[in-house]
């Protein structure tokens, strides 16, 4: 299959409009885009395959689509790449709020994992805290 002027401006449009979801610090982030007709025996007709693949700037993302219209599988491979970016961002928001919670507690004096809190605090060379309980009276 013959690259054309069309489908080389279309690929380049998809794949740019993702840069708005990688971080703009990292200038290492290299895309490796593929497309091309794969040959199939067990299929009829014309299937085409788009892939993408992104690497550097702590990411390593890759996607792949296989469907009887070129335009359409890469359409596919930018919207998964799309969310498994978005998706990775989540994560680490996610893990940088639980670290940030996990020493907020600590620093007020409890914990629902008082455990952790005191493994934590011996190891930083921290006095040991003080945990009480307290019983309801009737």
């Not at 979801?21 to 025996?41: F, L, M």
């Not at 993408?52 to 996607?63: E, F, M």
């Not at 670290?99 to 605090?121: C, I, W």
């Amino acid at each position: 299959m013959e690259l054309t002027p069309a489908i080389s401006s279309y690929v380049h449009k998809k794949v740019s409009s993702i840069e708005k979801y990688i971080d703009k610090n990292s200038t290492d982030v290299v895309a490796q885009v593929e497309v091309g007709k794969s040959t199939r025996h067990h299929k009829a007709g014309n299937i085409f395959r788009a892939e993408v693949h992104i690497t550097g700037g702590s990411l390593d993302l890759y996607a792949v689509s296989e469907l009887d219209n070129l335009y359409a599988a890469v359409d596919v491979v930018k919207d998964e790449i799309v969310h498994n970016v978005l998706q990775l961002k989540g994560k680490r928001e996610t893990l940088a709020r639980k670290g940030a919670e996990m020493m907020k507690n600590m620093m007020k004096g409890f914990s629902d994992n008082t455990a952790k809190v005191r493994r934590l605090a011996n190891s930083w060379g921290m006095e040991r805290l003080k945990f009480k309980s307290f019983k309801k009276r009737p």
